[in-house]
């Protein structure tokens, strides 16, 4: 799997594959069913979407542009039929700045408050097994290293938009991980 951090692309594993968290309820999904991924990322759930029914086709949303790089070579290198859509998604269509964390790309998105993330970021590296959280200056180095940040302009568009531009004539699951912008992306339809 190609990505920049290996820490986060071991962490949407185990979260996505080992503990199956977008999988609650029974999920299913038809053979040659429709995957709308709402963020999709570097790619993680469009594989494991892959894996549950090989035939699926793909819409994966992304508005940062490195992690769509990233998904691109994923999606080539597990042979996806994915269609990648530029796009952040909300409750209407707009521009917005979004701040992307290179270093932590889980974390980035709209109007993110960097003291939430400090404190995710923080938590989540004390739980890595390689990280010794006994040396609290090495703990704030990685931190403020991680936590370098870019604030790029982000077109938004509405779910129903992106439904009529891209031919979707119907969903079979809608995967969505938009850091905190969830219920802005379900009134975008």
């Known amino acids: 799997v190609v990505g920049r951090n ?3 692309v071991e962490f949407l594993y185990e979260e996505i594959f080992e503990r199956a968290e977008y999988c609650h309820a029974g999920m299913t999904m038809p053979e040659s069913g429709c995957v709308v991924d709402l ?3 570097i790619g993680m759930f469009s594989i494991y979407a892959k894996r549950m029914a090989p035939a699926v086709k793909i819409y994966a949303v992304e508005p940062m542009p490195e992690l769509r790089r990233m998904y691109e070579a994923n999606s080539a290198l597990h042979d996806l039929d994915a269609t990648l859509v530029p796009y952040a998604v909300g409750a209407e269509s707009t521009t917005d700045t ?4 290179p270093e932590m790309s889980m974390l980035s998105g ?3 408050d960097r003291s939430v993330q400090r404190d995710l970021l923080e938590s989540f590296i004390q739980h890595e097994p390689h990280t010794d959280s006994d040396d609290l200056g ?3 180095q990685l931190i403020e290293n991680r936590l370098r940040c870019e ?3 982000v077109p938004v568009r509405t779910l129903s938009q992106i439904i009529r531009e891209y031919g979707i004539d119907h969903i079979d699951l809608l995967k969505i991980d938009v850091e905190g912008s969830e219920l802005d992306a379900l009134r975008g339809i």
Do not use: K, P
């Open 138 to 140: 090495s703990l704030e």
């Open 6 to 8: 290996r820490s986060n």
């Open 98 to 101: 979004f701040t992307y964390y």
């Open 151 to 153: 604030h790029i302009e």
């Open 110 to 112: 709209r109007g993110t």
């Open 39 to 41: 963020g999709s990322h």
